[in-house]
């Protein structure tokens, strides 16, 4: 099941920052300052995850640009100055992933055995695992280890964990690279044991985020938890993308009674068809507040969200969310 929402906010005001910083995984470097555009910080983990910035301060992320990692902030802003994450430069939002694509040459692989072939998966994010591996559309299908990867992997699209290392089917004497030649790419997803949260908002408060695109996990995509408070999640799009059952959720707010957490411009209706400004019917109301009132004629009642920006015509999230109410009238 995958769950994807877009967020707009609009009328963001606008505040001085006690400093500024840039990152750019594919041109900056951990050893730079990361105080300018012309030399921006490379990862996350070396510079944000572990740092301390102050209320103000903000956090530029490079459009067209990737990363393979966690965002965990780890310093709260204050009211009138929050801690932002944002977007610089011009294209694509700035995307944050779990995958961990193998590089599809015939270098990245080794012969084992049999039908067997390892190839080492490159990952920063810490106590990692693999439950799901695409190759090119098709997701394939873990076996155990059981005894060796190499006695569990018999046909095609077969794969097997062991450590960090990926074991694929493909016959002795000829390269996974030209065995999955038409589907292009074998693209492990990385997760972990309790979870993995791309970005994780836990016990900070007072930050804002906008203009970032979290895509391609098998759990949370933006995780809020802990005494987490007073949050602003504005343009972004969080999609899992990858079928792990109940999972994944593109933004789950699980915190110790918060008091703001701001998202806005729903459209509900009655039924998950219908979306858009030129279709009335099965429409409960459109909504550009954090709170409303939805209409309620009997005990359990099924609603459907869904988050629209203020263009002309209004732009959409690509899923909706279910909203199932039980209680007394």
């Given at each position: 099941m995958r769950h994807a929402f877009i967020i707009f906010v609009l009328g963001l005001s606008s505040m001085a920052a006690a400093a500024t910083y840039y990152v750019s995984s594919s041109g900056g470097s951990d050893t730079n300052s990361g105080t300018s555009t012309s030399s921006p910080w490379k990862t996350f983990a070396a510079h944000i995850n572990g740092g301390t910035f102050a209320a103000g301060d903000v956090i530029y992320l490079k459009r067209g640009d990737t990363w393979n990692e966690q965002l965990i902030p780890p310093s709260s802003g204050t009211q009138g100055s929050p801690i932002s994450f944002d977007a610089y430069?011009?294209?694509?939002?700035?995307?944050?992933?779990?995958?961990?694509?193998?590089?599809?040459?015939?270098?990245?692989?080794?012969?084992?055995?049999?039908?067997?072939?390892?190839?080492?998966?490159?990952?920063?994010?810490?106590?990692?695992?693999?439950?799901?591996?695409?190759?090119?559309?098709?997701?394939?299908?873990?076996?155990?280890?059981?005894?060796?990867?190499?006695?569990?992997?018999?046909?095609?699209?077969?794969?097997?964990?062991?450590?960090?290392?990926?074991?694929?089917?493909s016959p002795a004497g000829t390269n996974p690279v030209v065995t999955y030649a038409t589907d292009g790419s074998i693209v492990p997803i990385?997760?972990?044991?309790?979870?993995?949260?791309m970005?994780?908002?836990?016990?900070?408060?007072?930050?804002?985020?906008?203009?970032?695109?979290?895509?391609?996990?098998?759990?949370v995509g933006v995780g809020v938890g802990g005494a987490s408070d007073n949050l602003v999640l504005a343009n972004m799009e969080s999609d899992g993308m990858v079928p792990a059952g109940v999972f994944p959720i593109g933004f789950w707010v699980n915190a110790t009674n918060p008091t703001t957490v701001q998202l806005l411009n729903d459209e509900v209706r009655a039924h998950?068809?219908?979306?858009?400004?030129?279709?009335?019917?099965?429409?409960?109301?459109?909504?550009?507040?954090?709170?409303?009132?939805?209409?309620?004629?009997?005990?359990?009642?099924?609603?459907?969200?869904?988050?629209?920006?203020?263009?002309?015509?209004?732009?959409?999230?690509?899923?909706?969310?279910?909203?199932?109410?039980?209680?007394?009238l």
């Open positions: 430069g011009s294209g694509a939002a700035p995307v944050i992933t779990a995958v961990a694509p193998i590089q599809f040459v015939s270098t990245s692989w080794t012969y084992i055995s049999g039908s067997t072939w390892r190839a080492t998966i490159a990952t920063t994010i810490s106590s990692p695992t693999v439950n799901e591996v695409q190759f090119g559309n098709l997701y394939g299908r873990k076996q155990p280890y059981g005894s060796g990867c190499a006695t569990s992997i018999v046909s095609k699209y077969d794969w097997c964990l062991s450590g960090m290392n990926l074991y694929v089917y990385i997760g972990q044991a309790a979870g993995l949260q970005i994780n908002v836990n016990n900070v408060s007072w930050l804002t985020f906008q203009h970032i695109k979290v895509q391609n996990f098998d759990y998950d068809f219908g979306w858009g400004v030129a279709n009335d019917r099965n429409l409960l109301g459109r909504f550009n507040t954090q709170t409303f009132s939805l209409p309620r004629l009997a005990r359990t009642q099924n609603y459907f969200l869904r988050l629209y920006d203020a263009s002309s015509p209004p732009r959409y999230s690509r899923y909706a969310a279910a909203l199932h109410v039980d209680y007394p």
